[in-house]
């Protein structure tokens, strides 16, 4: 069984984390073409209520009145 002769230092550590730290993303964005706000991929719109050309959820309903 492989078991390390001496412990990894924190500098070490760090360095082989920050590898995969480098590579993390934001949230992907994209405009609402409804409204034209920025809203997160496959989410309804906050401002509009609109999703793929339809009203979703209370907040488009409101609105059309």
């Keep these: 069984m492989a078991v390390?002769?001496?412990r990894v230092s924190h500098a070490k550590t760090a360095?082989?984390?920050a590898?995969?730290?480098k590579s993390l993303k934001g949230?992907?964005?994209t405009v609402c073409p409804h409204c034209?706000?920025?809203v997160m991929t496959y989410r309804a719109c906050p401002?509009?209520?609109y999703y793929r050309?339809?009203?979703v959820g209370k907040l488009g309903k409101?609105?059309?009145k």
């Design 4 to 6: 390390p002769k001496r």
């Design 15 to 17: 360095r082989r984390h």
């Design 19 to 21: 590898q995969w730290i």
């Design 27 to 29: 949230p992907e964005l």
């Design 36 to 38: 034209s706000e920025v």
């Design 47 to 49: 401002e509009c209520g």
């Design 53 to 55: 050309g339809r009203v």
């Design 62 to 64: 409101e609105e059309e």
